[in-house]
Antibody, heavy 122, light 112 residues
Framework: EVQLVESGGGLVQPGRSLRLSCAASGFTFDDYAMHWVRQAPGKGLEWVSGISWNSGSIGYADSVKGRFTISRDNAKNSLYLQMNSLRTEDTALYYC???????????????WGQGTLVTVSS | DIVMTQTPLSLSVTPGQPASISCKSSQSLLHSDGKTYLYWYLQKPGQPPQLLIYEVSNRFSGVPDRFSGSGSGTDFTLKISRVEAEDVGVYYCMQSIQLPLTFGQGTRLEIK
């Protein structure tokens, strides 16, 4: 069974850092690009970042560029999101999602994890 | 960035009746490879989104045939031929032709 399990969320003060992880299982991890998508409470979906199968292509939403860093460890079947200089507007449920192919574009997302909640508040 | 605009933002439908959601993109989603990179997702209450339609009109595995997608270029439509109670949730369109990937605002479907 294909599974994505996010972890690392929690309550953090503005300006601090947090590192999210996504553990993948049930498929050949390095055959696929991976993405982070977030959803603020009661709001819609916002793509955050994506990374190609070999980390050769990486993209970020303007809202997180320069503050967040996506990475992956294919040997560990894991995806990461290092979030620095967190702001209150980063408060959201962060989903890990597998792309339908190896590229960070021209693909869709399936499956999605259940998400990990990040709350940025003083 | 490509802006995705969905209408309506909410729908209230009687079971057995049809429903239709429009999604318009600010740029063409037709790639030089001939494919159009427009997708539809449904987020049921309390769940992560699930893929319904890929590349405009292809139903994903396990999606009932009452769901259909159509359109081209910048104008797209998701149709439900006969709404069922299990179809409640928020529907999103998404483009993946270029980064940043972008979603529509979402359309909330409720049952009358």
């Amino acid at each position: 069974e294909v599974q994505l399990v996010e972890s690392g969320g929690g309550l953090v003060q503005p300006g601090r850092s947090l590192r999210l992880s996504c553990a993948a299982s049930g498929f050949t991890f390095d055959d696929y690009a991976m993405h982070w998508v977030r959803q603020a409470p009661g709001k819609g979906l916002e793509w955050v970042s994506g990374i190609s199968w070999n980390s050769g292509s990486i993209g970020y939403a303007d809202s997180v560029k320069g503050r967040f860093t996506i990475s992956r460890d294919n040997a560990k079947n894991s995806l990461y999101l290092q979030m620095n200089s967190l702001r209150t507007e980063d408060t959201a449920l962060y989903y890990c999602a597998r792309a339908s192919g190896y590229s960070s574009t021209r693909n869709c997302f399936d499956p999605w994890g259940q998400g990990t909640l990040v709350t940025v508040s003083s | 960035d490509i802006v995705m605009t969905q209408t309506p933002l909410s729908l209230s439908v009687t079971p057995g009746q049809p429903a239709s959601i429009s999604c318009k993109s600010s740029q063409s989603l037709l790639h030089s490879d001939g494919k159009t990179y427009l997708y539809w997702y449904l987020q049921k209450p309390g769940q992560p989104p699930q893929l319904l339609i890929y590349e405009v009109s292809n139903r994903f595995s396990g999606v009932p045939d009452r769901f259909s997608g159509s359109g081209s270029g910048t104008d797209f439509t998701l149709k439900i031929s006969r709404v069922e109670a299990e179809d409640v949730g928020v529907y999103y369109c998404m483009q993946s032709i270029q980064l940043p990937l972008t979603f529509g605002q979402g359309t909330r479907l409720e049952i009358k």
